[in-house]
């Protein structure tokens, strides 16, 4: 049995198992759901071809769980805010453990504690699942999508990590959140490779996300200056924002930063070495070689002439993405070097 105060149960469970935000959504597709076909239509995807499979289930959650009633979403944030102690920046949300895990293991806490006790079903979704997380969150009201096309929470700004919660249960759900980006355009004017062909709309084959993360071969060249220091993901949409005036820094102890060696070290690890400095991160997907392309690109844009040797090295490496990188890299600062001659 669902109790008369289910919200108010889940809300206060939610905050003690840490989770910074929880709303409540009627398990239908949520707002500008359709606007998914146009957005595959314009290739916008790039190679993330599994975005393709089965649109309709993706934009309605009914579809994908037929059972389903309500969804529960819930927010944990990620902002750090301290300066990296080496060169080279990792996204926020991916300096610490891998956040698909932390946040999977609060959701089935909340469940135990709650929708099983009342008899319900609980299906966990954390990022893989073909839903649309932001727009069911903003669904559930937990803020709104910006024109960065993430989800805006009043107190943490764009810095929340999303997981769903589907269940059979019919709980009354909260209003959706409204948008507040005004006539603001911080996020549009910042994004260094102009990703964003409107307001709302992100093209990911020009995001550095999806370049440095998600795209399996060689970055393109015209990206590789844009890149800048980043060697994994892109936070400069999330940092312009207004609405994190009030933001503070993640409080989940498993996405503090962990300390990492310089990019010149790096750039001698073989396989089992990657896999143990990175095991239990969002990097570990990368796998080695896409690693030392990103870390070749960002020597290339930031490294000086005590660089070249080990990307020397690098450049006669086993792995042809890692080769052609660092030669790329070396010839980068070879030519800042003479022309700052
Ligand atoms: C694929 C993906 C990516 C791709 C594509 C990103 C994208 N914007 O779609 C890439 C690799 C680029 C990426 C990058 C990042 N990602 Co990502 N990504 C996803 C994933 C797996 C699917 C997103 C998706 O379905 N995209 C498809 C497009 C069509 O969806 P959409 O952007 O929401 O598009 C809608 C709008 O354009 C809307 N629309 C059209 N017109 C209008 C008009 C108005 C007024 C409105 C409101 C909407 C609207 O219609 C579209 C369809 O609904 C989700 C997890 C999930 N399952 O949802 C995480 C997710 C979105 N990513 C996340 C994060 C943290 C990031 C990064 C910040 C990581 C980083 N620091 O490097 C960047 C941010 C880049 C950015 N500005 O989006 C978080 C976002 C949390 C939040 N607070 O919003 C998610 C939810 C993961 C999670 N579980 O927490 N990501
Ligand atoms: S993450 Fe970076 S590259 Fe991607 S849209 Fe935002 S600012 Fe642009
Ligand atoms: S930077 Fe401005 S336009 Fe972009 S999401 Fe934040 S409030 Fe909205």
Known sequence: MVPLNAAAILRQTAAQLGFDALG??????????DDLHAWLARSFQGEMNWLERAPDTRADPHRYDPTARTILVAGVSSRQTAPPLRRGRIAAYAQGSDYHEVLREKLQALARDTLTTWGGTSRICVDTSPLLEKPLAALAGIGWQGKNT??????HGPWLLLGCLLTDLKISADPPGSDHCGTCTRCLDACPTRAFPQPYVLDARRCLAYLTIEYPGAIPEEFRPLVGDRLFGCDECLEVCPWNRHAQNAREIKLTPRPRPD???????????FRSEFRGTPVFRLKRNRWLRNVSVVLGNIGDAADLPALESASRDGDALVREHAAWAMNR?????????
């Open 24 to 33: 409540i959504a009627p398990a239908r597709a949520p707002a500008h759901a």
């Open 150 to 155: 993430l989800l805006i929470h009043r107190e």
């Open 263 to 273: 990019l010149r070290d790096m750039l001698a690890w073989d396989d089992a070495r």
């Open 333 to 341: 600062i070879r030519s800042r070097i003479s022309g700052e001659a």
